[in-house]
């Protein structure tokens, strides 16, 4: 019996928490984006997890700032609209003579994800990050390499949506009741490689990106998804 019991008690734990658990999933980083004053940069990519459609300009020969939106594909919800995280970026960037390049991106994002499961009612998590992105490699006019390292630290707030007749309507009719589960915080290392080739303005790049968890609080269960690639067609143009 005592040892039924404590099978019950570690399933019934497990399930708990299982229930709040927090998604965090690698996305597309933003490197080699300008060259100089006024270049304009475009660019579409698609991984396993996201769409991203990013649009950035350089200020002068050393700033630059780029928005990008992300369309998160991962999460079992019929309605993708719903999932969505943008980030904003200011980049410092060096182009040097020899062609070689670094940079570095200080970034803020913000979105939202469902995610369903068989036994749950959906839970909806709502996603902060504050990141820096170290960049260095080079662009030639025919091909590109670039190593990046981004640390993020991310901001989780993951309520539920439960669904409850309401008796005073003419017919029974389903009401969604929000409420807070649960929420923490997390600090993410994530290492990419990007590699392109093209011609000049035009570039089609690949670059795979993995996740490594530096520290989080104790409040919650972190879901670290599976190492990606994302695949890109990237547009940078002068129209001074």
Known sequence: MKK????????????ASSCSSYDYFPSQQQVL???KENDTHFSIGVSPYTTTVTIGHAFSDYVGFVSSAKFLESFQDMNNSDNFLFDNELVIYKRFKNRLMIASNFGYGMGQYRKY?????????????????PSFGFSLKCFDFAVSLRVSQANFDVHSQEMHYDSEESYYSLTPVIKEVTNGYAFFFEPALTIGTGY??????VQPTTLLSLFDDADGKYILEEPSVNFSVHVTYDFE
Do not use: C, G
Not at 117 to 132: A, E, V, W
Not at 200 to 205: A, E
């Open 117 to 133: 499961d068989l036994y749950n009612d959906p839970y909806m998590t709502r996603l902060s990050r504050f990141y820096i992105q």
């Open 200 to 205: 000049d303005w035009l570039k089609f790049r």
């Open 4 to 15: 039924l019991f404590l099978f019950v008690s570690v399933v019934i734990i497990f399930i």
């Open 33 to 35: 984006l300008f060259k």
